[in-house]
């Protein structure tokens, strides 16, 4: 069965803070793996990413992947409030899977505290 | 403005009612999907097309339907076999293809509460 399991579920950290978001998969069929902020609503895109060993960067954000260990990380330095929100991973399958193309795990809350 | 609308924002069901949450997109999109989040889950597939007239079931399908008569409708109706309603609805959309750059785009949401 896939699986995306992220850790942790819920972190609580101070302004000015580094934080690693962690995300494993156990999926057939891999195509790219995406993140997600949520903050009250709709998730908004963060970052995809296809190949192992290449980092994204966007600002504070950086993410990366490893296929090998069916791993990625989500890392925002210099954390500030506004980074308060629900962090989702998922795995998009090759399309025309029989359950739909995106597996989500249940995501981690971060907080940061001012 | 491209984008995915989601309609209405709140919903009130009555115990034994059907409802319909509306989703219509104009970025051109093949593929359309149903979500459904609650509280410290993440999102789960309800139903999602492909095409124009045809969808699949997720993986928590059972008290749904949905329909696909035209590329930028989906429309989900909630029935009263759905034992446990209540929840956070998305609505999403992706263009197909093969390249590395597609992405999945999710409408505001539906918040949908059972009286």
């Known amino acids: 069965e896939d699986k995306v399991v992220q850790s942790p579920l819920s972190l609580v950290v101070h302004e000015g803070d580094t934080v690693t978001l962690n995300c494993s998969y156990e999926?057939?069929?891999?195509?790219?793996l995406l993140w997600y902020k949520q903050e009250k609503k709709a998730p908004t895109f963060l970052f995809m990413l296809?190949?192992?060993?290449i980092e994204k960067k966007s600002g504070r954000l950086s993410s990366i992947l490893d296929k090998k260990e069916l791993f990625s990380i989500l890392n925002i330095t210099a954390t500030q409030t506004g980074d308060s929100a629900v962090y989702l991973c998922a795995v998009r399958k090759n399309y025309g899977g029989s359950q739909g193309n995106l597996i989500f795990g249940k995501g981690t809350k971060l907080s940061v505290k001012p | 403005d491209g984008g995915i609308t989601q309609s209405p924002k709140y919903l009130f069901r009555k115990e034994g009612q059907n409802v319909t949450l509306s989703c219509e997109q104009n970025?051109?999109?093949?593929?359309m999907y149903w979500y459904r989040q609650d509280p410290g889950q993440g999102l789960r597939l309800i139903y999602y097309?492909?095409?124009?007239?045809?969808?699949q079931k997720g993986d928590i399908a059972e008290g749904y339907s949905v329909s696909r008569e035209k590329k930028e409708s989906f429309p989900l109706t909630v029935t009263s076999a759905q034992k446990n309603p209540t929840a956070f609805y998305l609505c999403?959309?992706?263009?197909?293809?093969?390249?590395?750059?597609?992405?999945?785009?999710f409408g505001e949401g539906s918040w949908l509460t059972v009286v």
């Open positions: 999926v057939t069929n891999f195509r790219s």
């Open positions: 097309s492909q095409i124009v007239n045809d969808f």
């Open positions: 296809t190949s192992s060993g």
């Open positions: 999403a959309s992706s263009a197909p293809g093969q390249g590395a750059g597609n992405t999945i785009y």
């Open positions: 970025l051109n999109h093949d593929a």
